[in-house]
């Protein structure tokens, strides 16, 4: 198995663009998670789905960031408009199950200038 | 929610010395701990778990134990090599049976 898949790996971007991010679970995962990491805040869960649908979005810091699950193999996170304080390392992560390990993606490291 | 703290969050040892990782959690009804490591660039990786009906759990030169009275878990590494040198989370799943909630993350240096 290929893991979890992001892209872009890393995104440079100008204040007030559109930044989308792309996550393909592994394949049979009923669980989705947006995660983001910074230095400040360490590991934040944003928002998580189960079965594409989604079931809390209490970490999504404001109405600027969006997430959708079309699919069973296909998320995004969306930003819009960006701005400098987004700059961080955002990480999809699947799991199995409710309580199962999550395994995590390599992550898109986003720059807002 | 759950609350889970760890530490130290910086840890040096020499090469083959031990590494202890200590980590405490709020919500008496977790019952599932796992252990990442992230190397830079990359995201947190799995490198082992332990649920609440276990005290220890040992996967070669990692260990991890478990005391549901206290609260805490702690992952152990022997006979530290350079490429142990990472960051390591601890993380539990609290109450509601999904969500993982981390701990702040120890930053592993191991010394040749």
């Known amino acids: 198995d290929a893991g979890v898949i992001q892209s872009p790996r890393h995104e440079v971007t100008e204040m007030g663009q559109e930044v989308t991010l792309r996550c393909k679970p592994i394949?049979?995962?009923?669980?989705l998670f947006w995660y983001r990491q910074t230095m400040m805040r360490g590991l934040e869960l944003l928002i998580y789905?189960?079965?594409?649908?989604?079931?809390?979005d209490s970490g999504m810091p404001e109405d600027r960031f969006s997430a959708k699950m079309p699919n069973a193999s296909f998320s995004t996170l969306k930003i819009q408009p960006s701005e400098p304080r987004d700059s961080a390392v955002y990480f999809c992560?699947?799991?199995?199950?409710?309580?199962?390990?999550?395994?995590f993606g390599p992550g898109t490291r986003l720059l807002v200038l | 929610g759950e609350n889970v703290e760890q530490h130290p969050s910086t840890l040096s040892v020499q090469e083959g010395d031990s590494a202890v990782i200590k980590c405490t959690y709020s919500?008496?009804?977790?019952?599932?701990f796992p252990w990442y490591k992230q190397e830079l660039g990359k995201g947190p990786q799995l490198i082992i778990d332990?649920?609440?009906?276990?005290g220890e759990k040992k996967d070669q030169r990692i260990a991890v134990t478990l005391n549901k009275t206290a609260k805490h878990f702690s992952l152990h590494i022997t006979e530290t090599q350079p490429e142990d040198s990472a960051v390591y989370f601890c993380?539990?799943?609290?109450?509601?049976?999904?969500?993982?909630?981390f701990g702040g993350g120890t930053r592993l240096m191991v010394k040749p």
């Open positions: 992560a699947s799991s199995f199950s409710a309580g199962e390990t999550q395994y």
């Open positions: 394949s049979g995962h009923d669980y």
């Open positions: 789905f189960n079965n594409n649908v989604p079931i809390d």
């Open positions: 919500d008496s009804a977790s019952n599932y």
């Open positions: 332990i649920r609440s009906n276990v």
């Open positions: 993380a539990a799943i609290g109450n509601a049976g999904n969500m993982l909630t």
